[in-house]
């Protein structure tokens, strides 16, 4: 039970987090995964040597104590976390693990005479109640897809039907079910969890869906990733009429109904889930601009897709923008970075739209500036991240 006093305990340590959050967290990861190698398939070890993981808990237990009074606060960071973990078929028995590693890297890094036995009671009430409130709504999740239509708990056995290349860095992969039963409907925007099996490790990961449902079929396009383990295997490896796992869909970035102009933006692989989102907008009349970003025609991906879906749809505006151009490149409509000049040419003059933004990070952070210097009111801005969450501020 979460007293008034352990509250009290948990807000005195914000402090503590904002100027070692990224320290401890390090230690609780190293700590974890040393000990509990049973987790290591919910890791991402890229995003682990890049300290993006380690980042995002420490931003996440940050504003889990600012707010631990008034927990609706939180807004959309608890949808992204259960979302996160339902792809990744996080369960309840992994809780005590993480509590047990975090309350130990407190002690261990703070030190007895910072870390008392109050401090470490504190948190473990609080640990204790982010955990009640986590598995309950993740089990609300699991148990809404179960028993939906087509849905399912836990993997579902999938046939590789087509791998297509989409440009130098990117693959298309369709699956449809090995038991030929109903599939799960999604909403555009959401990404699936995939599990394979690597030189006897278990590894999961999270794709985003780059095609409107249909219901006949998953598609995800990937890009390879110079050091990723998974991406290159599914390049490499991956054949038609393989069988891979996969886990229901999942994701709180989403297309949601509106009649306003719908604006998508995107950098590089970032592309994917705006795809399914423009197939779903055009099959209404809302005008839609879509502006995409790559490093060249090389590794830009789906051009030609949109190019055929502008000549039957008129509704349809789009804008390419390469950061350089190279020798055989088609005609893009801007050349360097999506800046804030190009985009007041690119939305419509009414700035009342909803728009939806992914990419890198840099490029993100730079669009959610722009929007709103532009005039894009920041409720109707919308933008997630591949991998960890983090700050765009």
């Known amino acids: 039970m979460l007293s008034a006093e352990h509250r009290a305990i948990v807000k005195a340590t914000v402090p503590l987090l904002e100027s070692g959050g990224e320290a401890l967290t390090t230690h609780f990861y190293n700590k974890m995964l040393t000990e509990y190698p049973e987790v290591r398939p919910m890791f991402n070890q890229a995003h682990q040597a890049s300290g993006a993981q380690q980042r995002a808990l420490a931003n996440g237990v940050l ?8 927990l609706e606060k939180l807004g959309g960071l608890v949808g992204q976390i259960i979302n996160k973990h339902v792809a990744l078929n996080i369960q309840p028995e992994h ?8 309350l130990k890297s407190i002690r261990e890094v703070l030190g ?33 897809r179960e028993q939906a239509p087509g849905g399912w708990r836990g993997t579902r056995r999938f046939v590789v039907a087509r791998k297509v290349k989409e440009s130098d860095e990117i693959t298309s992969f369709y699956f449809v079910p090995e038991d030929g039963d109903a599939l799960l409907d999604f909403h555009p925007g959401q990404y699936i969890g995939l599990r394979v099996f690597l030189d006897g490790d278990e590894l999961r990961r999270n ?41 229901p869909p999942a994701g709180d970035f989403k297309l949601e109904h509106s009649d306003k102009p719908l604006v998508l933006i995107s950098g590089g692989v970032g592309i994917t889930p705006t795809l399914a989102m423009l197939q779903a907008a055009l099959a209404t ?102 991998g960890p969450a983090s700050a765009l501020d």
């Open 63 to 70: 504003m889990y104590a600012r707010h631990i009074d008034e």
């Open 95 to 102: 809780y005590p693990i993480v509590g047990s590693c975090l």
């Open 112 to 144: 007895d005479e910072i870390a008392t036995d109050a401090v470490i009671d504190a948190w473990a009430a609080a640990y204790g109640q982010l955990a009640d409130l986590l598995i309950g709504l993740e089990e609300g999740m699991y148990s809404e």
């Open 207 to 247: 794709y985003s869906l780059s095609a409107a449902p249909n219901g006949r079929e998953y598609r995800i396009s990937v890009k390879r990733e110079p050091n990723g383990k998974v991406s290159n295997f599914l390049h490499e490896n991956l054949r038609e009429r393989d069988v891979i796992e996969l886990y």
């Open 285 to 386: 009349q809302r005008p839609v601009h879509f502006i995409h970003s790559a490093r060249h025609g090389g590794v830009h991906a789906f051009r030609e897709v949109i190019e055929d879906l502008a000549a039957r749809h008129p509704q349809l505006k789009r804008f390419y923008c390469y950061e350089r151009k190279v020798d055989g490149d088609h005609e893009a409509h801007g050349i360097g970075f999506v800046d804030e000049t190009l985009l007041d040419k690119w939305l419509p003059r009414n700035r009342d739209v909803d728009a939806y933004f992914l990419g890198p990070k840099a490029f993100m952070k730079a669009v959610k500036k722009h929007l709103k210097a532009l005039g894009v009111p920041e409720k109707q801005s919308r933008y997630e991240f591949f």
